[in-house]
T-cell receptor, first 109, second 118 residues
């Protein structure tokens, strides 16, 4: 079956750096996405990786290794507003999005 | 970026009634829209894929007679929860892809609709 694993919850300190990991096992691969979702709101797009390597976008970076079925989202200079759930999603060979359960990130002052 | 508008944002209804949720792409044409359901502290669960001008494709376990999806135009898809019951209470979210924008794969989400069935 298809499976995406990411930690349920993480805690970090304001101003610090945090890395959220995502491992996947899917039937085919056509890209990996990271979304941010604040409680009670719809997800917002953060990043898209289809080739191996690091994609940097401001304070957020996303890394992909297709051979390892692994990605991470790196958040730098954490701010209180970064407290949210972070969803990893993989697009499979049928171009269907498979969603992880999300990682709830708690930022402490 | 592209904007998707979803309405209503919150709805409370009595058990047995039907509720319609609208999803509109405001500045692009969406040939495909997706409907998700999200229970508290859980991830998004794809309910169905809505294609303009054709029947929706439902995921396994989703009752197509209960969750009616209509995608009559390139900018509007509707989800009707028929004969709603308390177990249907959830956060319903639509999303769309701008097919003309090139394949970044990015989905644009509506604001979500929180349904509470009493």
């Amino acid at each position: 079956g298809q499976n995406i694993d990411q930690p349920t919850e993480m805690t970090a300190t304001e101003g610090a750096i945090v890395q959220i990991n995502c491992t996947y096992q899917t039937s085919g691969f056509n890209g990996l996405f990271w979304y941010q979702q604040h409680a009670g709101e719809a997800p917002t797009f953060l990043s898209y990786n289809v080739l191996d390597g690091l994609e940097e976008k401001g304070r957020f970076s996303s890394f992909l290794s297709r051979s390892k079925g692994y990605s991470y989202l790196l958040l730098k200079e954490l701010q209180m507003k970064d407290s949210a759930s972070y969803l990893c999603a993989v697009r499979d060979s049928n171009y269907q999005l498979i969603w992880g359960a999300g990682t709830k990130l708690i930022i402490k002052p | 970026g592209a904007v998707v508008s979803q309405h209503p944002s919150r709805v409370i209804c009595k058990s047995g009634t039907s509720v319609k949720i609208e999803c509109r792409s405001l500045d692009f044409q969406a040939t495909t829209m997706f409907w998700y359901r999200q229970f508290p502290k859980q991830s998004l669960m794809l309910m169905a894929t809505s294609n303009e001008g054709s029947k929706a494709t439902y995921e396994q376990g989703v009752e197509k007679d209960k969750f009616l999806i209509n995608h009559a135009s390139l900018t509007l898809s509707t989800l009707t929860v028929t004969s709603a019951h308390p177990e249907d209470s959830s956060f319903y979210i639509c999303s769309a892809r701008d097919g003309l924008a090139g394949d970044t794969g990015e989905l644009f989400f509506g604001e979500g609709s929180r349904l509470t069935v009493l």
